[in-house]
């Protein structure tokens, strides 16, 4: 009974975010609910089989599996098992609600869809707060129906749980970016930092927001010595820049290094340099029916340059038509589509871009994701799996030319 009445609640509260964002984002609410209805018929149809959703049958089941076996031990020996394994640290969660409510396999999937439809309302909030509510309207409704970002939302993995950590920062980065609140970029950090615990590729978002901060210092050494007037306002913002590159570069160090996922590390006194751990990136032979071809993942990126690049490109643009090879490759196509649609509506765009200092910010933390990420994966499943955490961020950027798409359609 305590299950069945915990899942009623986990359920009625996404549907109250869904309101709460509609209330105070009126032009949104028919497009947060299409995203609920959506990622509530993914769930239903995979918990009933009559389709299996990616990653359900394997990942998933694995996160629930251990989250139910620890829920069987005490409430210390389950804390005990926090940060055995950062991945690990979702099914520490669940074990921690199972312990309390009972075990369900729904609990895990119920609760990734209140964090989908606070990921999709986030998102939108973002793109309103930058461009407005025709571009925040195109931005909730492609997240909305993007599959993978709505499988995540249905089947018990953790991405889901890190993409709203990441994007609660991102919004507290953005309202300190506008000066709405000094506060911000501590609220930020946090969130930032908490996603890691989950995901250790998440400290990209951390070095970007420290790049941001490097960005406005080096801007800012010659008003300094130029005799220009500083204000109060301005000495303070530059103080605030200096601290946040003092606590990302101390991210970094702090405790022997800082894992940036996929077996690179930053600052640990036994590893090897960065350059040595990106090479190491392209020694394996890739296998599997999803692999990128040996061309683009195999080699010296210092001898041949052009790896990183072309490593990039297939992890933002696979799979390309020549790399389908099953039916299920084929929905890697709308992937494959939405990031070249967002690729191209950021360069149409850039003026109003590079017009804003929140986007120069944004993009920093967007190209560092991209890097992390990318050079440390070679197959086409798991570079949609991982672009789809900062598919949001690609979203709100892209939106600087949402604004055409109305007009287009209306002529």
Request: aromatic share 14%; charged share 15%; proline share 3%.
């Amino acid at each position: 009974m305590t299950t069945f009445l915990f899942l009623t609640f986990v359920y009625l509260l996404s549907f109250c975010i869904v309101c709460l964002f509609g209330i105070k984002y009126k032009k949104l609410f028919l497009l947060l609910l299409l995203a609920l209805g959506f990622r509530c018929f993914l769930l239903l149809i995979n918990h009933y089989e009559i389709y299996i959703l990616p990653g359900s049958a394997d990942d998933a089941a694995m996160f629930i599996r251990q989250a139910r076996l620890w829920s069987e031990l005490s409430f210390p020996n389950i804390l005990d098992e926090f940060s055995t394994s950062r991945s690990y640290n979702y099914s520490v969660v669940g074990a921690l609600i199972f312990k309390v409510f009972g075990f369900h396999k729904m609990i895990l999937p119920a609760i990734n869809l209140v964090a989908g439809v606070s990921i999709v309302g986030l998102t939108g909030a973002i793109t309103y707060k930058i461009w407005g509510v025709r571009p925040a309207q195109w931005a909730v409704f492609i997240l909305a129906i993007y599959p993978f970002s709505a499988i995540n939302s249905a089947v018990a993995m953790r991405e889901e749980a890190s993409i709203l950590l990441f994007l609660i920062g991102l919004y507290y980065f953005v309202v300190w970016l506008r000066e709405e609140s000094v506060l911000g970029i501590y609220i930020c950090l946090f969130f930032f930092a908490l996603a890691t615990l989950i995901h250790p590729g998440w400290v990209a978002a951390i070095l970007g927001v420290g790049a941001y901060s490097l960005y406005i210092l080096v801007k800012s050494i010659p008003q300094l010595f130029n005799g220009s007037r500083i204000t109060k306002h301005y000495f303070s913002k530059l103080i605030l820049s200096f601290s946040i590159l003092l606590l990302s570069v101390g991210l970094a160090v702090a405790g022997g290094g800082v894992s940036l996922g996929k077996g690179m590390s930053i600052g640990t006194e036994e590893g090897a340099a960065i350059s040595e751990q990106i090479e190491s990136r392209f020694l394996g032979v890739p296998d599997g029916g999803s692999a990128y071809p040996a061309v683009i993942a195999t080699g010296n990126p210092i001898t041949q340059p052009w790896l990183i690049p072309a490593k990039v490109a297939y992890f933002l643009y696979a799979p390309f038509p020549w790399d389908i090879k099953s039916a299920r490759h084929v929905l890697g196509l709308v992937s494959s589509f939405l990031l070249m649609f967002l690729t191209w509506r950021i360069f149409k765009g850039w003026k109003n871009i590079r017009n804003k200092q929140e986007c120069l910010a944004l993009l920093l933390i967007l190209i560092s994701l991209i890097f992390v990420f990318s050079i440390g994966v070679s197959n086409i499943g798991t570079g949609i799996r991982h672009k789809t955490k900062f598919t949001a961020l690609f979203i709100i950027l892209a939106a600087a030319s949402f604004d055409t798409i109305k007009l287009k359609l209306r002529r």
